[in-house]
């Protein structure tokens, strides 16, 4: 797959099939579309490529700093490069882009920058300045400037929104079953380990504290899950803490993982934490000895558990 940072860095003797939109999760839903492009660019011999957007739109016409993304730019090249793509063009969003009138974009972005012989949308796809263009604009400008326009029926938008919602929502609930099913795969964050106040050594429970550079990354509910992690392309097994360590009074929001069987020095390093179960709330509790009593309870449930994913 190739991958290019802006529209005006792709360039194409052969003709294209385009599909638009954030594909954030790359999940179960876009694969459907994926494919269906896959198929009309075999058919017309044509090159299937992605075109989306970094940062978010919202972020920038609405500067929702709220918003939060299930992947990161990095991991949604990652996904999307294990599907047969054979372009994938990642376009700064700003306002002057999200200037350009309909036909301006049809024009001289699809025609003549993508070369398009077809795009794939959804029937209630809006583009051009302020959004106003419709799919029938579209299907308008295809007749004009000779390309196709196939249309992603109003099931499958249900089923691609309803996919995105419900994954961020069970996340947000803890609930990652559900969130690994819609996805297809198993959600992840990838951070740095930093130093923490190495509380967990005192009761023979140490952990890494990740950093994650991207504060738009979703973060799961706050409490206690079981996780693989993948360190140097080796996979350790672990619980993980999200939450503030109300136990020892401190209000901060930190991402801590103890691996289990493991004695390495890890600081510094990048890894990769799949989220398998989540096994209960974050609690307060009495004394460190108290929280001890329940990390091994916890452990003691998780490598019962961990048999099903090794």
Do not use: W
């Not at 890890?266 to 398998?276: A, D, Q, S």
């Not at 000895?289 to 090794?310: A, G, N, P, T, V």
């Amino acid at each position: 797959m190739n991958i290019f940072n802006s529209i005006s860095s792709f360039s194409t003797e052969k003709k294209t099939i385009v599909t638009i939109g954030t594909f954030d999760g790359v999940h179960i839903g876009h694969k459907k579309v994926l494919k269906k492009m896959q198929d009309l660019a075999k058919h017309k011999n044509a090159a299937s490529t992605i075109l989306t957007f970094f940062p978010h739109p919202r972020m920038v016409l609405q500067q929702d700093l709220n918003i939060k993304l299930l992947n990161t730019i990095e991991e949604k090249k990652e996904l999307i490069s294990e599907f047969d793509i054979d372009n994938l063009i990642i376009h700064p969003f700003d306002l002057e882009f999200s200037r350009l009138t309909a036909e301006d974009f049809v024009k001289n972005i699809l025609i003549d920058q993508l070369n398009i012989c077809a795009i794939i949308i959804g029937y209630d796809h809006r583009f051009g300045r302020n959004r106003t263009a419709t799919i029938t604009d579209l299907i308008n400008f295809g007749i004009k400037y000779n390309f196709d326009v196939k249309q992603i029926t109003a099931k499958e938008i249900d089923e691609i929104t309803i996919s995105s919602t419900k994954i961020r929502n069970a996340l947000l609930e803890g609930d990652i079953q559900t969130a690994n099913e819609f996805l297809g795969y198993t959600y992840s964050l990838i951070g740095v380990v930093v130093e923490g106040k190495k509380i967990g050594r005192t009761i023979n429970f140490p952990t890494a504290n990740i950093k994650i550079n991207e504060d738009y990354k979703l973060i799961p509910q706050n409490g206690v899950y079981i996780v693989s992690v993948e360190i140097e392309q080796t996979q350790h097994f672990g619980m993980m803490n999200i939450g503030n360590n109300p136990t020892v009074s401190d209000n901060k929001q930190s991402i801590e993982v103890h691996l289990f069987d493991f004695n390495q020095n890890i600081y510094n390093k990048t890894i990769k934490v799949n989220f398998l179960e989540r096994i209960r709330d974050e609690k307060k509790y009495a004394s460190l000895e108290e929280l001890k009593e329940q990390l091994q309870k916890d452990k003691s449930f998780s490598l019962s558990r961990i048999k099903k994913y090794s």
